[in-house]
T-cell receptor, first 116, second 111 residues
Framework: DGGITQSPKYLFRKEGQNVTLSCEQN?????MYWYRQDPGQGLRLIYY???????QKGDIAEGYSVSREKKESFPLTVTSAQKNPTAFYLC???????????????FGDGTRLSIL | SQQGEEDPQALSIQEGENATMNCSYK?????LQWYRQNSGRGLVHLIL?????REKHSGRLRVTLDTSKKSSSLLITASRAADTASYFC???????????FGTGTRLQVTL
């Protein structure tokens, strides 16, 4: 069954620590996305990648970093520079490569990050 | 930036009733999509309507789009308890492979 796998489901971060959230897809999608969702809020775009070895900042990229070395994988690092990292993080993928946004996005089941 | 704003923020209805939620957006769009999110889960795509379409149906879902008013509505007919979820609209402008999501409507369907 094709889909998106996010791990871990729950993650705790200590002060000053970087943590990495995993996102893997086997849908053969070119585009991948990271969103942050705060309680009762919509989704805000952190980073997105339209093709391997390329990615762009979204609306709230400060304090986060990503890499896209493989088509299947798009890990997100929450750095110590992100002062309010507690949130629900969602990864998604879609078919288009360059410039087309009229395809559905497929989502993983998220990682909930909390501060210790 | 949040392009879409859903209205109402929360909606409570009884099973069998229809649920209508609205989405307003600010700039010109290429397409508008509706997603559902069950509590603690990822989003699931429901339906996509393009800017040159006015209405679209999928099962018990009916979506309308009025580009002159920059608004869309999602109608769920004959609602079921399993429809309890948050519903989000998302807009694409056609300039990049990304969507902008609204703030969502929380729908509660009671027996």
């Amino acid at each position: 069954d094709g889909g998106i796998t996010q791990s871990p489901k729950y993650l705790f971060r200590k002060e000053g620590q970087n943590v990495t959230l995993s996102c893997e897809q086997n849908l053969n999608h070119d585009a991948m996305y990271w969103y942050r969702q705060d309680p009762g809020q919509g989704l805000r775009l952190i980073y997105y990648s339209q093709i391997v070895n390329d990615f762009q900042k979204g609306d709230i990229a400060e304090g986060y970093s990503v890499s896209r070395e493989k088509k299947e994988s798009f890990p997100l690092t929450v750095t110590s520079a992100q002062k309010n990292p507690t949130a629900f993080y969602l990864c998604a993928s879609s078919i288009p490569g360059q410039g087309a946004d009229d395809q559905p996005q497929h989502f993983g089941d998220g990682t909930r990050l909390s501060i210790l | 930036s949040q392009q879409g704003e859903e209205d109402p923020q929360a909606l409570s209805i009884q099973e069998g009733e229809n649920a209508t939620m609205n989405c307003s957006y600010k700039t010109s769009i290429n397409n508008l999509q509706w997603y559902r999110q069950n509590s603690g889960r990822g989003l699931v795509h429901l339906i996509l309507i393009r800017s040159n379409e006015r209405e679209k149906h999928s099962g018990r879902l009916r979506v309308t789009l009025d580009t002159s008013k920059k608004s869309s509505s999602l109608l769920i007919t004959a609602s079921r308890a399993a429809d309890t979820a948050s519903y989000f609209c998302a807009t694409g402008t056609g300039t990049a492979s990304k969507l902008t999501f609204g703030t969502g409507t929380r729908l509660q369907v009671t027996l």
